[in-house]
């Protein structure tokens, strides 16, 4: 069977390319011998740009430090295209996507090099008034482009049955406690460890898109010999709990 796959991004999440390359791998795990062909596609938006540097011969990404909608820096890419022509994406030069390519990448490190019941701990903050856990960095995506265990389901865990009766209120429960405690307070490590917890993931936006604030930071983590640093590039921080 011949399969074309044409997603556009979903926004503030992911990329067109990215979700593409998710849906084929899925489909693939249950269909090996399909030929399966990826289109992302962008209706001008968030996802604009990654469809043009993969379909138009010659274009070159370029970067640079813009101000972001809140006053922050923000490292933006663009694109040079033939004929003097420049393409600008307002959704990377506001900062808006969760998934970037250094996150991708230290998903293969994952894949690679943890065991498949792991379980991460990533960025996250409680919106819609405190009713639900949200990503809010590229860690959002891992259990999905990884088959890792993950403290922030997709958001549809608040509408949908769970594998507990309880489990919005148990999911919520552990970045409330870390907000109040701090990691590194022994009542959050015991959830951790009770929860299955192997590995905390800071993605490539450190936790910064749509949040009030990280939830998780790296140099407290450094500094906590409960905390081991396995992962580090491109502002990608991986460190293995070993209490």
Not at 4 to 32: H, M, N, T
Not at 47 to 68: E, K, M, N, Q, S
Not at 145 to 170: A, C, H, M, V
Request: proline letters at 7%.
């Amino acid at each position: 069977m011949r399969v074309v796959i044409a997603p556009d991004s979903f926004k503030g999440s992911a990329s067109a390319a990215a979700v593409a390359s998710a849906l084929a791998q899925g489909w693939l795990a249950e269909r090996p011998a399909d030929q399966v062909t990826c289109l992302p596609l962008a209706d001008g938006g968030e996802g604009t740009l990654d469809v043009l540097a993969a379909t138009v011969p010659g274009a070159r990404w370029r970067r640079a430090t813009v101000t972001g909608p809140g006053g922050e820096p923000v490292e933006c890419g663009w694109l040079e295209l033939p004929g003097a022509v420049v393409a600008v994406e307002l959704a990377r030069a506001s900062g808006l996507p969760l998934l970037t390519r250094p996150d991708l990448r230290a998903f293969e490190w994952i894949r690679a090099n943890t065991a498949k019941d792991s379980g991460f701990l990533v960025n996250s903050f409680l919106a819609f008034n405190d009713s639900l856990n949200v990503g809010s960095d590229g860690g959002w995506w891992l259990a999905l482009l990884t088959k890792r265990n993950s403290s922030t389901p997709p958001i549809n865990y608040g509408t949908e049955s769970g594998p507990r009766p309880d489990f919005r209120q148990w999911i919520n429960a552990l970045p409330s406690a870390i907000q109040a405690q701090g990691i590194e307070s022994q009542s959050v490590k015991s959830m951790l460890s009770a929860r299955g917890v192997n590995y905390v993931y800071i993605g490539q936006k450190q936790g910064s898109v749509n949040s009030p604030g990280p939830l998780l930071d790296a140099s407290t983590l450094l500094k906590d010999p409960d905390f081991h640093l396995v992962y580090q590039q491109d502002r990608v921080w991986i460190f293995a709990y070993r209490p």
